[in-house]
């Protein structure tokens, strides 16, 4: 159980981080690429897969 | 000569955000709909004469689970033995937990106890394999013009409920190890484990099942992609082999050719090599031909799952890659599903010879014949 916490605590911060780097990215596909990184990220955060 | 523009601001980036979350909304929808579907989806209609109860009477550690699962037991009026149907163990081979709702939906029980479960691991059924794109869910038409829907799963429990796994995965029974992700294959955590993960639960709960039940005969209903060599095959425990030997030429004599394999002794937490390990029942797994699991595959859609037709697999059978004939290029539904059902009624039929005064008889089944020229919709409840 606590496991599953520290996994979950480790995608929020890759959430956060990938974010960051959206509005970091000075190239427009980058910032899709990171966009389309955070779907599946954002889903798992929220237990939905 | 041509100078990079880069228009990326952070005006783009919050619409790339907002983008990603519209996405994560509209998936997640998706996702939901998988674990929380429509009315009517997976819906048995139990033959007159079915108890239903739960696997958590009889082990209450999965009480209030998503691992919980419906039990459906008939007693016929003679005594005999009891068999337990387990279909759905893996949610992405449909003809076994089809076979398992036609038993449900038709059998008559005249001697003996028949046991049913019809979707053994709820868990896998809300769940698909990355890159896999099935589809979430396919249907039959009924007799009457009704539409029976069923979802579509995979082999594993959804990570929503057992996460992470470990890289490799120690069987806790034997030692033996194995890729991370069969922790949450119910067919590879047998015999379960009390205060384990969902998974080995729910494998607990079975063996509980079998052991409260008196369980005489086991079968585990399966498929197999038709590039695997365990394919159209009845894999027996040690302790079942004579009936399957029997069950097998009584098989080819309808013309239902089957393989006799036996269940490798160390390849440990499978459903009927445990079953039979720790407990006096006779154990068997039994596999059909499921073209939508294989790798070969192209487009994989509602029609390759009933139909099992596709050209790489006929490419394939050309070729001599396969290890079913493949006639006709499909592999259909209703004659995978009849195949299950036959080969549980006779192994039913023949329990007798080998359990002295453990005998089951079941009518209303339908024959292979039948099924497969009627297809599953004719035997579905309305």
């Known amino acids: 159980m606590l496991l599953k916490w520290i996994y979950w605590g480790i995608n929020v911060l890759a959430i956060v981080l990938v974010v960051r780097s959206l509005y970091r990215e000075k190239s427009l596909r980058e910032q899709y690429v990171a966009a389309m990184v955070l779907v599946p990220l954002i889903l798992r955060a929220l237990f939905i897969k | 000569m041509f100078e990079k523009r880069n228009i990326a601001s952070v005006y783009t980036a919050t619409a790339m955000l907002i983008f990603a979350i519209a996405i994560a909304i509209i998936s997640g929808r998706s996702y939901l709909e998988m674990r929380t579907p429509a009315a009517g989806v997976d819906r048995v209609m139990p033959h007159v004469g079915f108890e239903q109860k739960k696997l958590s009477d009889y082990f209450a550690g999965l009480e209030g689970t998503a691992a919980d699962t419906d039990v459906y037991i008939q007693e016929g009026a003679e005594p005999g033995g009891t068999a337990l149907i387990l279909g759905g163990t893996h949610a992405n081979e449909p003809a076994g937990f089809i076979a398992a709702?036609?038993?449900?939906?038709?059998?008559?029980?005249?001697?003996?106890?028949?046991?049913?479960?019809?979707?053994?691991?709820?868990?896998?059924r809300s769940n698909t394999f990355p890159q896999d794109a099935h589809p979430q869910t396919f249907g039959f038409t009924t007799k009457g013009g009704n539409k029976r829907i069923f979802r579509y799963g995979s082999r594993l429990t959804n990570p929503v409920y057992e996460w992470p796994n470990p890289d490799i995965y120690i069987h806790p029974a034997s030692g033996q190890t194995m890729a991370g992700m069969e922790r949450s294959n119910l067919n590879r955590a047998h015999p379960g484990v009390a205060d384990g993960g969902i998974t080995e639960r729910l494998a607990y709960?079975?063996?509980?099942?079998?052991?409260?039940?008196?369980?005489?005969?086991?079968?585990?209903?399966?498929?197999?992609?038709?590039?695997?060599?365990?394919?159209?095959?009845?894999?027996?425990?040690?302790?079942?082999?004579?009936?399957?030997?029997?069950?097998?030429?009584?098989?080819?004599?309808e013309g239902v050719p089957i393989r006799l394999e036996p269940s490798p002794k160390n390849?440990?937490?499978?459903?009927?090599?445990?079953?039979?390990?720790?407990?006096?029942?006779?154990?068997?797994?039994?596999?059909?031909?499921?073209p939508s699991a294989g790798r070969f595959r192209g487009r994989t859609d509602e029609a390759l799952i009933l139909t099992g037709a596709d050209k790489a697999y006929e490419k394939?059978?050309?070729?001599?890659?396969?290890?079913?004939?493949?006639?006709?290029?499909?592999?259909?539904?209703?004659?995978?599903?009849?195949?299950?059902?036959?080969t549980v009624k006779l192994l039913a039929d023949n329990l007798e010879y080998v359990r002295d005064g453990k005998g089951i008889a079941i009518d209303g089944l339908p024959g292979f014949r039948e099924l497969s020229e009627r297809g599953v919709g004719a035997y579905l409840s309305e």
């Open chain 2, 267 to 290: 390849l440990r937490g499978l459903n009927h090599r445990e079953w039979g390990e720790n407990a006096d029942v006779l154990a068997l797994l039994l596999e059909t031909s499921n």
């Open chain 2, 316 to 342: 394939a059978a050309g070729l001599n890659r396969l290890y079913v004939s493949y006639e006709g290029g499909t592999e259909p539904m209703a004659e995978r599903v009849a195949r299950h059902v036959v």
């Open chain 2, 205 to 253: 709960g079975f063996m509980q099942l079998i052991e409260a039940e008196q369980v005489d005969l086991a079968i585990d209903l399966h498929e197999a992609s038709p590039e695997y060599p365990v394919v159209e095959a009845m894999v027996a425990h040690e302790n079942a082999m004579e009936l399957a030997a029997m069950v097998a030429m009584e098989l080819e004599f």
């Open chain 2, 101 to 124: 709702v036609v038993m449900l939906e038709r059998a008559d029980v005249r001697r003996g106890r028949l046991i049913i479960v019809p979707y053994a691991n709820m868990m896998a």
